[in-house]
Each structure stands twice: as structure tokens, then as C-alpha cells.
């Protein structure tokens, strides 16, 4: 009957030993037998899985890890000096390889806008072989040390395309020549130092002024030279007094002394006094405008003589 | 009492920080098998205030992305034998449901279906004033509640307002804004042995885990099985499981009363195993592949291998026939329906106007137990099968994992319980003196 059985119904046979399976992912599912112990994570199993699946140690092993791994290795490598110097002199190389291109090499040097003299003293103070890479050119610092001539008042230096270091200078221009403790100097429009003079046959064109403290009052000095223009050729020069106000010296050994304030208008007073009553043409030494409410003359001896005859002679005094 | 009430708390507010992490482990912790479920929380922005579903405890709604399960060791009648064979199955389910959500998971719910549980019912009233009722009147209402003598070395793992009455209006669900004189409400107060819980607690936190919840087992397996209207008019669930079967009455969707039979699925393997003088393992194979309790005229004619690894071909080659398993099978399945008839008899439910019963649990899967249980139980018997919930796998299905998905569904809307609600302002000031008192008692 049971062999019958199992002829007719192999379906009913079935095998019942097989161990149940212990655990089971649902979803997934891995069967694991075991014999009588059912399988379990040890605790230090459990607590190592527990923390693989904490986000944050997720991520500081995945970042924190190679980026603490790099630093690491990147602080030993630098920590030899040998390897520092080697990479110092490597990026070294390097900057000149790159600097001393003839992209970069400037060849010569042009001075422009200066007369011959002042740019040979350009190219003395500046003692640059050619040709260099345009990096080791400090041009502010050579541009401070051509602004020391005291002819240059303004320079412009730039490297300009084609290695030419173009050195563009504005020169002063002389005015006024300034004679002070045996020299004479030339000055320009704002009373700087242009250049010294030889000799006043030098510049015989420019007006001469002297005495202390002129330079300051440069200004001032032209003004009244351009009012003194009706002198013409009998205007000798000025003179600075105590550093503060001025004395025309005309050729006939005559003074004009003018006042601190407004010596234009003083001076302008005598000019008008000359031209109407050729005052200047007068036997008079000084003409004291310090004062100019109170213009006062200073005779010369032979007319002071002849002053006083004429007096006696008019009072009926005897010469004596 | 305090201490339970702040144990409780602590466990509400650990909930409240899973929430906030948004994943919490399930963990039914039964005699047969240790299931795992991990769930995702969607949070709770899916919910507004308009909808009509908020809760003391908040509300999310949930998905299972992770699920285990292992075969139990070391627990015996729901109640944990071998702290260190339990643990270890602990650690199984946990660490595999991890892997299968790929998330760690530190805050558990667990559920446990031994440790005697005992049902109370309790009723307090307070005078109201004819006031408006707020939170604040419910908590002195629940703390009125005068406390029976649950018995030395218990604790009580729920203890739930299942009514309240406002002077003469009763049945009320929320009494919270309504005027009256007279608060009274009936609180039904489970307790169990703490042995139990402390051993549970003892496991858990040996896995790292935090426990954020305790159920009862029969209180989430009714949660899952019932349906909506068994639960509002009334109904038990019998959770058939392998150590004990518990057992627990619904009505208006409270539990009202819980107990359990120290009887289970592992008795019926344990007949097999005499009876057919076969390992425990390969009777329990036989039991779940050809188990009934039913025979009918095929099942003489139906022969089983039962084997064996004896080297004796007549002894490794024996077979029985279904009938005579289902012979043995029967006494014990009868046996534990009537246990549990005489627990619904105590319990006083042939009272309630519905007498639905729901068969869940492993043990329900029974072939011919829907034929069985009517003759003994009454005729209101139908095999529950526990809710569908979203991504549960298909494995977990099964009556076996009422529980499991009950307490998914008890992790995602708690029911309100007495610690949900703060202490009453009243009883703060001299607590805290005694307190103090001691403080100083202690340190000097």
C-alpha cells in the first residue's frame, strides 16, 4: 500500500530533516544552516556593522580618510628640507625659464622729450646691462631715482613692445637765474633748481634775482620783472630783502624798495612817476616805496650839494 | 507609581526623537521567533491641525524599509529565559533589518506577550466648576484615579483613558473644551511582572538600542487584526502565538481588557515531538507543513515521512499519517480554546453587544481551526490577518506578524496614556520638598 503510494503520489514524499533555516532577510533572503546553534553576531560584529552604517562615520571615512591621508603624506614630504630646497629651486627655474623669454627681454633704452646732456645723465644713473628680462626691471624705483636730477620734472618709464625701456622725461625750463652765496642757479616758474650757471653771460636773456629766500618768491619776481619791462635795459635785477620783500637794482646804481605787500602796484607808482617826470633819469639813489602811502627819495651827493646852494641862495645865505 | 509614570515619559520623549530622526526599530519579541521591522517616518507635516487626526503623541506616516526576522531563543511564555541567548537573537534581527534598510537604527519599540499581564479597571471624578475642560482637568482627572494593589514587584505597561463622562453625557472620546461640573473618567490599567521588563530593558540596552515604547503584544496584535468596526463595537483578538497566546477586548477602539494563557503553538510542537518521537525541530517542519486539526477520510491515506538521523533504516524510515498528527495536534489546540474561553468568561464579554472573535498569530494559520474555534469560542469567529502596511514585505504578512504590524501602527499613532499628560500643578510642590528633603537627608 505504501509502495503503491509513492508510485501514485511522488508528490508526497517529502523530506523533513532538512534544519529550518535560521534567519531570514525578508526581500532578500540568504539561507544560512546551521546544526545547533543558531548563528549570531558576536557583539563586537554588531557594534563594528552599527557603526559602518552611522552616516557621519560614512562620510569621515569617505572624505576625512584620503583627504587626512594626503595631508599626511604631503607634511612628511615637506618636512625634509632637502625636498623644500629642491622644489624652491625647481620653481626658481622655472620663473627664469619663463621670465628670460625674449618675449620678456628688454634691449635698449630710449630716452625721449630731454636735451643731450640730461639724457646722457639718464643713462649714467641708470646702469642697466642689456639686454634684461623685463620682470627685473623696478621701474618705479628708477623712475624715483631719474626724478632726483633736478632739470627732470616728470618721467615716465614703460617697457614698450619690441625690448625698448622708453623713458619719457619733462625738463624743467629756466626762467629766472638766481644768484645766491657766489652762484648763480637757474630756476623755473615754481622756484626749483634747474641747473647752475657758469656765468650771468650764459643766459643773458633771463632776469637775475639775488639774495636769500628769492627762490621762494619766484612767482612774485616775475611779476614784477613783467611790470618792470619800461626800464628796458637799465633794469639790472632784483634783490631779495631779509626774505621778505623785494629791491629793484637798476643800472645806475639806483634802488627801487618796494613794500611786502602788493609790490606791483608800488613799483607800477614809480614807473608812472618816471614816465611823467622821468623821476629815475633824476640824480636820486634810492626810491623808498616801503611805504608806498609815503614814497621817499634818497638824493645823491652832488644834488644834495646843489640842494642846499640853491636853498642858501634862497634865504640869501652865504655858502659858507 | 511616579517612577513608572517617568519611566513612561522618558520612553515618550525617546519616541519623540526617533521621530525626529524619522527611523525606529519594531521589535516583537516572541517564543517562536524575534521579528524585526524598521520603519521610516515620513514626518509629520503630512498631517495639518484641519485634518482632524492630531494627537498628544503626534502622528507620521510610516514606511517599513528594513524587516527580519530570526527564530527565538531563550524566551519561553513571552518572557525572557536567557538573557544572553536573547540578545544574541536580539542582535540578529537587529543587525540583519539594518542591513536590509541599509540605516542605523537607535531607538526600538518592543512588544512582549508573557510576564502575566493583568487588566484594571479604574475610575476617578473631579469637580469642575462649571468650567471648560483643558489638558490640564484631564491630568488632575487622571491622577484621581484612585490605584488598586497591583501586588508587589509589578509595574504597569498601559494605562489608557478609555471614557470619559461629563456630568451625565458619557462615551466621550475627547471631553477636552466642553463645559461641565463633573469630570469622570474609566482608565484601564494593564500591569505586568517588572522582572520581565527589567530583564527586556537589560537586553536591549546591552544591543545599544534605546527603548523608545513597551506594548503589551495582545494590545498591538488587536490594534493590527481588528478592523475598524470590530474595534468600535467590540470584538476580542487572540493572538495564537508560540509561548503564550494573548488575548484582548476591544471596544469604542480602546482596549478594555487584556490577559493571557500561558499556552502556545510550541505546546502543540512539543506533543508532536512525543507523540512522534522526533526532534523538536523536525516536529515543528511536520506541525507547519501538515498540521490540523480536522481529519477527514483523505487524511488517513496521507502518509508523512517523519525521518530521522538514527543510522536504524526501520527507525529513519518511519511514517505517520495526517490523521493521526492532527490526533495529536487537536487535544492541545482545543485545550488552549478553552483557556482562552474561560479568560473571556472571567472577563465578563459575553456582555458586550458584539462578540466578534479574531484568531491571529502564527498559531491561527491552522489548517481547519476556522472549523475548530466556532465550537468552542461561539460562532462570531473569523482567521484575522494582521493590516496591510506600506512596503511591509510580502514575508511578513502572515498572522504571525499581527504583532509586529500593530506595534508599527501603536509606533505611529500612539494611543493617549496617562503619562501623555502632565503631573497636575498641584501635587508639584510638595513632591518636589520631599524631594529636596531627601536630597539633603542623602548628602548629609
Known amino acids: 500500500m505504501r509502495s503503491l503510494m509513492r508510485k501514485s503520489r511522488p508528490s508526497r514524499q517529502y523530506h523533513s530533516v532538512a534544519a529550518p533555516r535560521a534567519t531570514r532577510t525578508m526581500g532578500g533572503g540568504q539561507a544560512r544552516t546551521s546544526a545547533n546553534r543558531d548563528p549570531a553576531p558576536s557583539r563586537l560584529a554588531y557594534k563594528v556593522h552599527r557603526l559602518w552604517l552611522t552616516p557621519t562615520f560614512r562620510a569621515l571615512l569617505r572624505v576625512g580618510l584620503p583627504i587626512g591621508a594626503v595631508l599626511l603624506t604631503v607634511g612628511w614630504y615637506f618636512s625634509i628640507p632637502e625636498n623644500r630646497a629642491a622644489i624652491a629651486e625647481k620653481f626658481t627655474q622655472i620663473q627664469r625659464s619663463v621670465q628670460e623669454r625674449p618675449e620678456f627681454m628688454v634691449k635698449l633704452m630710449a630716452v625721449e622729450g630731454a636735451t643731450p646732456v640730461v639724457s646722457d645723465a639718464v643713462r649714467q644713473m641708470l646702469p642697466v646691462d642689456f639686454p634684461i628680462s623685463s620682470f627685473d626691471l623696478d621701474l618705479e624705483a628708477m623712475r624715483q631715482e631719474i626724478t632726483t636730477l633736478d632739470v627732470v620734472e616728470k618721467a615716465d618709464l614703460r617697457v614698450r613692445p619690441g625690448g625698448v625701456l622708453e623713458v619719457a622725461i619733462t625738463e624743467r625750463q629756466p626762467v629766472i637765474i638766481w644768484r645766491h652765496e657766489g652762484i648763480l642757479d637757474l630756476l623755473d616758474r615754481t622756484g626749483h633748481r634747474v641747473a647752475s650757471l657758469m656765468a650771468r653771460n650764459g643766459r643773458s636773456d633771463l632776469p637775475l634775482i639775488a639774495g636769500a629766500g628769492a627762490d621762494d618768491a619766484v612767482k612774485e619776481a616775475l611779476d614784477l620783472i613783467e611790470t618792470a619791462r619800461p626800464f628796458g635795459p637799465k633794469m639790472r635785477g632784483l634783490v631779495r630783502v631779509g626774505e621778505r620783500r623785494w629791491d629793484v637794482v637798476l643800472a645806475t646804481k639806483q634802488r627801487i624798495l618796494l613794500p611786502e605787500t602788493d609790490p606791483v602796484a608800488a613799483l607800477e607808482q614809480v614807473i608812472a612817476l618816471d614816465q611823467a617826470q622821468e623821476v629815475m633819469a633824476r640824480d636820486l639813489t634810492v626810491v623808498d616805496m616801503r611805504n608806498p602811502l609815503r614814497p621817499t627819495l634818497r638824493l645823491g651827493e652832488p644834488a644834495v650839494e646843489e640842494l642846499r646852494r640853491i636853498r642858501a641862495i634862497e634865504f640869501g645865505v652865504d655858502d659858507q | ?444
Open chain 2, 1 to 444: 507609581m511616579t517612577d513608572i509614570y517617568s519611566q513612561q515619559r522618558a520612553m515618550r520623549s525617546m519616541r519623540e526623537a526617533a521621530m525626529q530622526r524619522g527611523v525606529i526599530a519594531i521589535l516583537d519579541i516572541g517564543s517562536s521567533k524575534i521579528a524585526c521591522l524598521i520603519l521610516r517616518f515620513d514626518g509629520p507635516d503630512q498631517f495639518r491641525e484641519s485634518d482632524g487626526v492630531g494627537s498628544l503623541a503626534g502622528q507620521s506616516a510610516f514606511r517599513v524599509i528594513g524587516a527580519a526576522t530570526t527564530r527565538s531563543r531563550g524566551v519561553r511564555f513571552g518572557e525572557i529565559d536567557a538573557m544572553q541567548e536573547t540578545e544574541r537573537a536580539i542582535r540578529t534581527a537587529i543587525q540583519a533589518a539594518q542591513k536590509m534598510a541599509n540605516i542605523r537604527v537607535d531607538h526600538v519599540i518592543a512588544c512582549f506577550s508573557g510576564a502575566n499581564p493583568r487588566s484594571y479597571g479604574l475610575d476617578g471624578v473631579v469637580e469642575l466648576n462649571n468650567a471648560a475642560v483643558t489638558e490640564d482637568d484631564v491630568a488632575r482627572v487622571l491622577a484621581a484615579c484612585d490605584m488598586p494593589d497591583i501586588g508587589e514587584g509589578r509595574e504597569v505597561l498601559h494605562a489608557q483613558p478609555v471614557n470619559f463622562a461629563l456630568d451625565h453625557r458619557s462615551g466621550l472620546n475627547d471631553p477636552r473644551g466642553q463645559i461641565g461640573n463633573r469630570l469622570a473618567v474609566d482608565m484601564h490599567v494593564l500591569t505586568v511582572d517588572s522582572a520581565v521588563i527589567q530583564n527586556l530593558l537589560y537586553c536591549i540596552k546591552r544591543c545599544d538600542l534605546e527603548l523608545a515604547g513597551l506594548a503589551s503584544s495582545a494590545y498591538v496584535s488587536g490594534i493590527s487584526a481588528l478592523v475598524e468596526d470590530e474595534q468600535e463595537l467590540g470584538a476580542a483578538c487572540i493572538d495564537l502565538g508560540g509561548g503564550s497566546t494573548g488575548l484582548s477586548i476591544f471596544m469604542k477602539k480602546h482596549m478594555i481588557y487584556s490577559d493571557s494563557v500561558r499556552l502556545g503553538g510550541d505546546h502543540v510542537t512539543s506533543d508532536i515531538s512525543k507523540g512522534l518521537q522526533v526532534p523538536l525541530s523536525t516536529a515543528e517542519r511536520i506541525k507547519t507543513f501538515y498540521g490540523g486539526v480536522v481529519a477527514t477520510g483523505m487524511d488517513d491515506r496521507e502518509m508523512i515521512e517523519i525521518g530521522g538521523d538514527t543510522g536504524d533504516w526501520e527507525h529513519d524510515r518511519r511514517t505517520v499519517s495526517r490523521a493521526e498528527l492532527i490526533g495529536i495536534m487537536r487535544p492541545r489546540v482545543e485545550e488552549i480554546l478553552e483557556e482562552v474561553r474561560a479568560c473571556l468568561d472571567a472577563s465578563g464579554f459575553e456582555h458586550l453587544r458584539s462578540q466578534q472573535i479574531v484568531l491571529t498569530g502564527g498559531g491561527s494559520q491552522i489548517p481547519g481551526l476556522d472549523g475548530l474555534a466556532p465550537k468552542i469560542l461561539g460562532q462570531q469567529v473569523r482567521i484575522g490577518r494582521p493590516l496591510r502596511v506600506q512596503g511591509l514585505p510580502q514575508a511578513a504578512t502572515g498572522a504571525g506578524f499581527a504583532s509586529a504590524v500593530g506595534l508599527c501602527l501603536f509606533a505611529a499613532h500612539p494611543q493617549d496614556e496617562w503619562w501623555d499628560f502632565d503631573i497636575p500643578a498641584e501635587s508639584y510642590p510638595a513632591r518636589s520638598l520631599r524631594r529636596a528633603f531627601r536630597w539633603f537627608k542623602d548628602n548629609w
